[in-house]
């Protein structure tokens, strides 16, 4: 059951609730905020048009793998719920969900995002794939238990997040995604 949604963002450009649902978990409350309402270095972190995979990997200095906690694929469009993990030690550094349009890429890119090993951001620019981020909302929430196991949290952190919508060069939009941050760490003075 969906408890509350950000208003100006409607289906289909919220996968998050439906993929959510789907591993048996209500969303919670997202509460829109304004970029300056959010603390560092979360901010830093989810204030640009840049892709989450780029950002996140010069931020920790590692390479970013993709665990797949649930996935469906109806028709050309595939919507998972994951959790982008560094290399070197697991740690998770974003949890979120993403609805994408598989018509809209080649082969083996395709391909690639149908095996749910690598960011889709990372797919992207692997093969030159002319996109842009365009970032629609920000928003706060308590984390959930669900989110508590995947960052290793007790109870209590508000975390941060935006949803954000990767379009062809043409304007088409490729994919919507959630993407939720892990509460800051003590990295705010590093810059991107």
Not at 25 to 40: D, F
Not at 71 to 85: C, F, M
């Amino acid at each position: 059951m969906v408890t509350a949604l950000l208003p100006e963002i409607k289906e289909p450009f919220l996968p998050f609730p439906m993929v959510y649902q789907r591993h048996g978990y209500t969303v919670r409350l997202m509460e829109p905020v304004t970029p300056l309402e959010m603390p560092e270095p979360e901010r830093m972190l989810l204030v640009h048009d840049s892709d989450m995979t780029n950002t996140l990997q010069t931020f920790y200095e590692d390479d970013i793998h993709l665990r797949v906690l649930n996935q469906a694929v109806e028709g050309d469009i595939l919507t998972r719920l994951v959790v982008l993990e560094l290399d070197d030690d697991n740690e998770p550094v974003e949890f979120g969900a993403i609805q994408i349009d598989l018509t809209k890429l080649d082969e083996i890119p395709r391909l690639l995002v149908e095996e749910g090993r690598l960011p889709f951001g990372g797919i992207l620019n692997q093969f030159a794939v002319q996109y842009h981020s365009e970032p629609s909302a920000y928003f706060r929430m308590k984390a959930d238990g669900l989110m508590q196991r995947i960052f290793n949290i007790s109870p209590g952190p508000e975390l941060y997040g935006r949803c954000n919508t990767l379009s062809m060069s043409s304007g088409e939009p490729i994919a919507h995604v959630i993407e939720i941050l892990p509460p800051g760490d003590d990295r705010v003075g590093e810059t991107l």
